[in-house]
């Protein structure tokens, strides 16, 4: 039986990386997904008034899974319009609350860092926090405008995303990094300390330290090597994450999944980078983080061969240089190159 | 007239770069400075319940500056109580609403990034954003607990700290990039978006870019040389300013100044570093932040001269090598280099 995929292009290069994903998931699995396209895109904005339709989301239950390619285009659309009508629900509503981010380095690719040797899996909580949209403003445009920014933490939503990452990191080496920013934030990040307390007597085999936000970007640049397991709350792993991109050498390799590990719906995997529209038209975009990511929806679909497959053909181009250099080749040629590796 | 500062040891490794900072200034401009130190830290924390005295704030109120070593020693006091006890008090009383920091490598000094001609100068809030410190919690102890912690920005709050960044980028390289996560968070950073757009109708010489702090975080990795003046809220500045610090070869480097630009009450000097208690007793803190930190106080204070003559003792002292590797010379090693280069 194929898994049904919800495909979402969305905007600029969103649409150039997912065809190149989706042609590179037909060679290397022919049949093994079947996809259904929806463009949803500021387009959509444009003439509805809206970024998908009011059902989309009970639309996209029916799938298996999400692939997206990137929303977003401010010049026509402001990000807090498109994205609160898109990305931002589609995680809420499915309760994706684990966004996963591989960061290492692909052989080949030489990352703006001295230091190559890491390996750094950031679990991102991706449901409440900072990003819960709870706020207001007053006094509009007398210039005494007051605005207000409210980040909700639950006990269930800080622990479960903590409990991920520590069968995670019983994977891995064992390491867990929690962060948060307690020494200033006294109420929220207070108690995400607690909750990772709590859950490290679960997991006494997990060697548990506790970060500030500030001193683990720091720390993500002079000893990245020193990181496993990384669990941040939804603005820090956002942070994180775009930093982790920058070590392995650029948004064109920063893949992610966006997981409700209870499987009661979708899971949706896109490339971390945005739509960049001023460079859609340039055919540049590297297609590398959209093709890790069907990587990792594969994977969670349970076809780790041909995952494997797919990951092992990528590994082979960027040795070879391809795909490498930001804006050296393109994105047809990088998409070539890994299809003819998956044929040898 | 000699100046009067406050010195504010704290706690750890605050101690001795302060020490190492007040001779090097004892040295360069003697009389110049007439200090009076408050032994405020967690020890007077764990004596008397406070980590300075009720009447702290006034005391401090009658100098032209405060230089602060580093507060904190996790392990006794917790960072919620010991920071919201001094230090970030402080910064709020005097209204020291801008927090700059200087980040570029100095002579002598190999960083983390293959790249190295950059100087980026950061400008963060300091009074208010998500350090606002309102919040709570709900059903303590019961496993459904919520927490919440509000971010608090007002029109003149993120005006000022706007005006005075577009004010530097004028003395500088007329490039200010302004910090926001508006595409999640659509209270809060939507407005400090506007209020840069009014503000840049005043400043059209400068070139202003509009950047998500998780772009602007991995841009400081991937190409710093194209950033100049950065301005953030509070928790942004924060974390972008120990990135600097990172790219610029470690915490070691970064100094600060907590600036009320009025000048109703005292600024106040302080290395980015934390208190570090774990290593205070190996002597090998690096004082340069502290002495870094000195000479911005000393620029403060109209010593001109004075800063320049430390600054490049310091500069003729990395650069043969003295204090650029973490851990290698000791703190009075570093010292005493610089020290010699001002008799040079
Ligand atoms: C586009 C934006 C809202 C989004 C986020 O912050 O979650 C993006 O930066 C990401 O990391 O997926
Ligand atoms: C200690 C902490 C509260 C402080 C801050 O976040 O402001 C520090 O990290 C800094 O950058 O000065």
New interface residues.
């Given amino acids: 039986m194929p898994h049904r995929i919800a495909l979402i292009p969305g905007d600029g290069i969103g649409v150039s990386v997912t065809d190149a994903a989706m042609a590179v998931a037909h060679k290397a699995a022919p049949g093994l997904l079947q996809t259904q396209t929806f463009a949803w895109s500021c387009e959509t904005y444009l003439e509805t008034g809206r970024m998908m339709p009011e059902d989309g989301i009970d639309t996209l239950r029916g799938f298996d899974a999400i692939f997206l390619g990137a929303v ?1 285009w401010p010049a026509k659309v ?3 319009v498109s ?2 009508g898109l990305l ?1 629900p589609i995680r809420k509503a499915f309760v994706q609350y684990t966004n996963i981010r591989p960061h290492r380095l692909l052989p080949g690719v ?1 990352g ?4 190559d040797g890491f390996d750094i899996l950031c679990i991102r909580e991706n449901t409440e926090g ?2 819960s ?5 007053v ?1 509009q445009g007398t ?14 939503g800080v622990e479960r995303i903590l409990r991920f990452g520590f069968e995670q990191a019983m994977g891995r080496r064992k390491k867990l990094a929690s962060v948060t ?12 300390d607690e909750v990772t307390r709590d859950l490290a007597a679960e997991f006494p085999q997990v060697e548990v330290s506790h970060y500030h ?3 683990i ?3 993500m ?2 000893a990245p090597e020193s990181l496993d397991v990384v669990v941040a709350s ?2 820090f792993g ?2 994180l ?3 982790g ?3 392995q050498g ?2 064109g390799f920063a893949a992610s999944a966006n997981i409700d590990p209870t499987r009661k719906g979708p899971s949706m995997f896109e490339p971390v980078h945005g739509s960049a529209p001023d460079i859609a038209h340039l055919g540049i975009a590297n297609p590398i983080a959209a093709i890790w990511s069907l990587v990792m929806m594969l994977e969670h679909l349970g076809e780790g061969p041909a995952a494997a497959r797919i990951m092992a053909a990528v590994e082979a181009t960027t040795a070879k240089g391809i795909g490498t250099v930001p804006g050296q080749d393109t994105t047809d040629q990088i998409t070539a190159a890994i299809l003819s590796a998956l044929e040898a």
Same sequence: chains 1, 2.
């Fill in positions: 977003g402001p990000d807090a994205l609160h931002l030489q703006p860092l001295r230091k900072e990003y949209g709870a706020g207001g403003r006094h210039g005494d405008e007051v605005a207000v920014e409210t980040a909700i933490f639950t006990r269930a920013k307690s020494n200033a934030q006294k109420y929220s990040m207070v108690f995400w936000v500030d001193a970007a720091a720390r640049v002079m939804n603005l956002d942070i994450t775009d930093l991109a920058a070590i650029g948004l």
